[in-house]
Structure formats: structure tokens, C-alpha cells
């Protein structure tokens, strides 16, 4: 994930059999210690797994992590496998790490949801704000893609202080936010490119506002 909202959007939800009368998941985990690469073919020899990388964490054998969802009730089913290296691997975390599953906070007339952050935790402002935030307005109940107003991101300033870059106004035609689900007419980089430095949520929040009411505006 590279954004907050890598933290709502773009997720899919088991879905029930249309009828289910006892809608829910049983959900497991396990791991297969030494599994095999394998060809399609029945009884073919095992792969050797040969890369030039160096740095390659893989093997001939690998641990495998199988994640289980199953509905008893309609009997949809369904099951992920994954291997477990150093960049792909099932880790324990919290709701406080990802930012996703906790309250949003109001600011400036806006709901603020917490998501991952886009700076590695280690240059994350550890005695201040913990998360970036997807911003929607006051009466959104979920993060949907038609409820996002806008993006705020913890940065770093010239000399290393804590900057909050900010993004406004979705626009499937605006210059910012390439290679994102949402693309933006307003940015604000925090450092005072796209308006005033930005050094708090609350400053951000405020140009996110201030920034949809000029829309609003030239659109009336």
C-alpha cells in the first residue's frame, strides 16, 4: 500500500450466496512448513528454483501460509495461499499500526480516517500524529470513492520537521494524484507550494475545506 486510501479503497468482501439465511465467516490460518515448487503435470519432479538475485530470499522449498473463509451456512468458500518471505508474510499488527478500524476524527467541518502512512514508521513523527488520514465529508458512514474529498499525508519539511501535504477536490481530470484511485485538481505540499505551509492535520484540514468551498463556489 502506498496511500490512506490504499487503507479503504480497492478491497473485495467475501460475498454470500444470494439466500444465505445464517450470513457468516469462518475464518483460519495455517502454515505448511517445506512445500514444494511444483509443475501443473501429475507426479513431475519438483522445480529447482535457480535465481541470479543474490539477495533472493526464495528456495526450492518455501512456508506457506493458507488463509481459509468459509460461509457454513451457503457454502461459499474460498481460499488464499501465499508464500512467506521477507516482503510477503502474514504479521501480527493493530488497528493503531494500520490506521484502518479506528474512529474518524472531525476537523475543520470534515470526518479525518486514519490510514497507513505513506513514511515508513521509523520516520514517522513518533511522539505526534500516527497516520495519514483519507478525508470525506461530515456525513459519510464508510470510506467509499464517492465520499473521499481529499488526502492528507505526513511529510518532511526543509530541515526535517513535520510537514502535512494535502490533496483536494477529486477530479477524474486533475494534474494530481497520477497512479492513484483518485486523481485531484488542489494539492498542497505542505512546504508552502499550492498555498500556506501546512504543520498540523488542522491546518491541512482547513485548506481541504476552504478548497472544496472554492469549487462549490465556481461551480454554483
Not at 522449498?61 to 495461499?81: D, L, M, P, Q, Y
Not at 476524527?105 to 488520514?133: F, I, K, N, V
Not at 492528507?152 to 477530479?171: C, F, N, Y
Request: hydrophobic content about 30%.
Amino acid at each position: 500500500m502506498i496511500s490512506a486510501l490504499d487503507s479503504y479503497l480497492g478491497w473485495e468482501q467475501p460475498q454470500h450466496l444470494p439466500g444465505c439465511k445464517r450470513p457468516a465467516w469462518d475464518i483460519g490460518l495455517r502454515r505448511e512448513e517445506s512445500q514444494y515448487r511444483h509443475r501443473s503435470g501429475f507426479g513431475e519432479p519438483p522445480l529447482k528454483h535457480a535465481c541470479p538475485d543474490e539477495c533472493c530470499d526464495h528456495g526450492n522449498s518455501f512456508t506457506e501460509t493458507i488463509v481459509r473463509i468459509v460461509c457454513k451456512s451457503c457454502g461459499v468458500a474460498r481460499v488464499i495461499t501465499g508464500e512467506d518471505t521477507d516482503n510477503t508474510r502474514d504479521r501480527d499488527t493493530s488497528t493503531s499500526v494500520l490506521g484502518y478500524g479506528l474512529p474518524p476524527r472531525t476537523a475543520a467541518g470534515l470526518l479525518l480516517w486514519p490510514g497507513q502512512t505513506w513514511l515508513p514508521h521509523e520516520l514517522h513523527d513518533r511522539d505526534g500524529e500516527q497516520h495519514d488520514y483519507v478525508v470525506t465529508g461530515p456525513k459519510a458512514r464508510h470510506v467509499t470513492e464517492d465520499a473521499v474529498v481529499g488526502q492528507i499525508t505526513q511529510s518532511r519539511g526543509k530541515h526535517g520537521g513535520v510537514v502535512w501535504s494535502a490533496l483536494a477536490v477529486p477530479d477524474p481530470e486533475g494534474q494530481y494524484g497520477f497512479a492513484q484511485r483518485i486523481r485531484w485538481r488542489e494539492a498542497n505540499d505542505g512546504r508552502g507550494r499550492g498555498g500556506s505551509p501546512l504543520r498540523s492535520v488542522t491546518a491541512a484540514a482547513r485548506w481541504i475545506s476552504n478548497r472544496l468551498a472554492e469549487a462549490q463556489g465556481g461551480a454554483a
